[in-house]
């Protein structure tokens, strides 16, 4: 099957800085797109930044100059440095991928989630 490990969160000072990780692992054919998202307590999750295997890039507008989103496409990881980071960023981080695995006969594309962890933003 398919992991995704996450590392990097914890607590920081507003106007700190904090790297996040993430690797897939597993039987994997191909990534498409991987992200990440936050789910701050009762909110939705919502995106954060995206990248795809050519390297196009999304980012939501409240992180926009701030945070950016890279990847490792040898080694299946996608890299999240966040800077100037605000009070309103604490949250629980996690990581996406788009990817494709093989079958037994064929393969199938499919999103894959990590487990999630806690970025803190205070004084």
């Known amino acids: 099957q398919v992991q995704l490990v996450e590392s990097g969160g914890g607590l920081v000072q507003p106007g700190g800085s904090l790297r996040l990780s993430c690797a897939a692992s597993?039987?994997?054919?191909?990534?498409?797109?991987m992200g990440w998202y936050r789910q701050a307590p009762g909110t939705q999750r919502e995106l954060v930044a995206t990248i795809t295997s050519g390297g196009r890039t999304n980012y939501a507008d409240s992180v926009k100059g701030r945070f950016t989103i890279s990847r490792d496409n040898a080694k299946n990881t996608v890299f999240l440095q966040m800077n100037s980071l605000k009070p309103e960023d604490t949250a629980v981080y996690y990581c996406n991928a788009d990817l494709t695995r093989p079958l037994v006969y064929g393969s199938i594309r499919s999103d894959y989630w990590g487990q999630g962890t806690q970025v803190t933003v205070s004084s």
């Open positions: 597993g039987s994997i054919f191909s990534i498409n797109a």
